[in-house]
Each structure stands twice: as structure tokens, then as C-alpha cells.
């Protein structure tokens, strides 16, 4: 079983209906004993940084992620995939899980050439190989919707993505993973991420 962490995050239904349509058994909750007897974990969200860390924090969430990353895969989604960081300047300083080292700031647009929030379809650009890549290709093409995004060390660069400057894209340190773009709204190569991740998670 795959569990989706309910934080009050605003996409949890509809990673939930991307799960059913695989035929991957899941449930959202926020019940520590569903996620701990859980396959895999994964962290959905939009919305601000602060207010997610918050909820996480005031759910008791955030120490019994930390402890159960040690013996199961986690995925972070958007927000989600922020989250794993040690920490965001959104309307300022705000810690992260420090999952993967790194923070998060604001996307540049010093020349107003961008139109911030990044929203739409974007190419990959595969920088290593990933057990959750799925059937993605180099070149090909996933939806985004953000207005910040994450600075990390190549090591941890699974995937990355051309809007101004080079941003992070997919990421994954040991068993945690984590998409900036939605694969719930990627179409068939998003979908296979997200099978990809329950395979790995033997939630499949």
C-alpha cells in the first residue's frame, strides 16, 4: 500500500485518482501507524512552503517522517518535493526535512523575460539513472506549476529542466525521490513515474 501523507495539501485527490487509475492500492492519511505499516510515502502539495512545514509540524508529520525514510522510499510532489530541503526563503526562512541537501528560492527574473509561476509542459534533461524515471526519455516533456525552485549538488540530480537557468527537476538521495512538475497531470510518462515508485516501494 502506497500512503499519502494528509496534510491538508492540495493536490492529495488527485495524486490519489492517478494511484487508482494504476490499480495501486493507497490511502491518504495521517495516522502514524497507516504510514508506518505503509509500502511507500509520498508527499504531495501546492501552495506555500511555510504553512506546509507548519501543518506537517502541528500533525506530529514531520520527526516520524524523518524516522521512517530510514526503512521506506518517500516521494515528494511540488510542494512535497520542496519540502525535502533543508530549507525555503518563501516569505522567509523556513526549514525543510533535510531529506536533501539543498534550499529553496525563488526562480530568477532579473530581465522580466519569465513569466513566474512556471506553469506548462517542460522538457527533461536526465543527468543519471533513477529506479522511478518510468518510461521518460531525455527531451521528454512533463507539466509544471511553481514559482520557486530547488538548488542541490549534482549528485543529487536526477532530471532537470530549462526556464532561465538550469532548474532541478527530479531529484533522489538513497530511498527519497522527489518531482517539482506534477506526474499526476503528465500524462502517460507521469503516470509511469508513479508506478515506477510504487514498484520500487513493493507497493505493486
Known sequence: MIAIIDYKAGNLFSV??????????????????????ADGLILP???AFPKAKESLDEK?????????VETKPLLGICLGFQL???YSTEFGKTAGL????????????????LKIPHMGWNQ?????????????????????????RAF????????????????????QNRNIYGCQFHPEKSGELGLSILKAFAERAGGL
Open 16 to 37: 490519489q485518482n492517478a494511484l487508482h487509475f494504476l490499480g495501486i492500492e493507497n490511502e491518504i492519511t495521517a495516522d502514524p501507524k497507516k504510514l508506518a505499516a
Open 45 to 47: 502539495g501546492v501552495g
Open 60 to 68: 506530529g508529520l514531520t520527526q516520524l517522517l524523518l524516522e521512517l
Open 84 to 86: 525535502l530541503f533543508d
Open 98 to 113: 533535510g531529506l536533501i541537501p539543498g534550499y529553496v528560492d525563488r526562480i530568477d527574473d532579473f530581465d522580466h523575460a
Open 124 to 148: 527533461l534533461h536526465i543527468r543519471q539513472d533513477s529506479p522511478i524515471l518510468g518510461q521518460v526519455q531525455e527531451g521528454d516533456s512533463v507539466y509544471f506549476v511553481h514559482s520557486y
Open 152 to 171: 542541490t549538488g549534482q549528485k543529487y540530480l536526477v532530471a532537470d529542466t530549462d526556464y532561465g537557468d538550469m532548474i532541478p527537476a527530479m531529484v
